[in-house]
């Protein structure tokens, strides 16, 4: 099983990315999906989160507005489009599969199954 997030890069404040986060092994119909960020020095922090069936997404204060997560099941992909990127949205970024989630706690990492790798996104002019 695993997850393989990709997308990262260096980008201008106020440019676009899109992470996606593909699937082997795992059937990703049957899990809700969490994408994670961490910056250096800080600890790993909830960023957005949609369910199995791909319904209201939830987001992060500090990216609501600017981060849509979707997901592709028939790719096995989520995907997570980041706009008008800050130097504060610097970070490697995770993305994770649980299948026991909700969305009364899908910022709790331990109840996430699977992670992928972390792709690196840094916003720098």
């Known amino acids: 099983v695993q997850l393989q997030a990709s997308g990262g890069g260096l980008v201008q404040p106020g440019g676009s990315l899109r992470l996606s986060c593909a699937a082997s092994?795992?059937?990703?119909?049957?899990?809700?999906i969490g994408w994670f960020r961490q910056a250096p020095g800080k600890e790993r922090e909830w960023v957005s989160y949609?369910?199995?069936?791909?319904?209201?997404?939830y987001y992060a204060e500090s990216v609501k507005g600017r981060f849509t997560i979707s997901r592709d099941n028939a790719k096995n992909t989520v995907y997570l489009q980041m706009n008008s990127l800050k130097p504060e949205d610097t970070a490697v970024y995770y993305c994770?599969?649980?299948?026991?989630?909700?969305?009364?706690?899908?910022?709790?990492?331990?109840?996430?199954?699977?992670w992928g790798q972390g792709t690196q996104v840094t916003v720098s002019s």
């Open positions: 994770a599969a649980s299948g026991r989630i909700s969305r009364y706690n899908y910022k709790i990492r331990p109840l996430y199954d699977y």
């Open positions: 092994g795992l059937t990703l119909d049957y899990y809700a």
């Open positions: 949609i369910s199995s069936s791909a319904g209201r997404p």
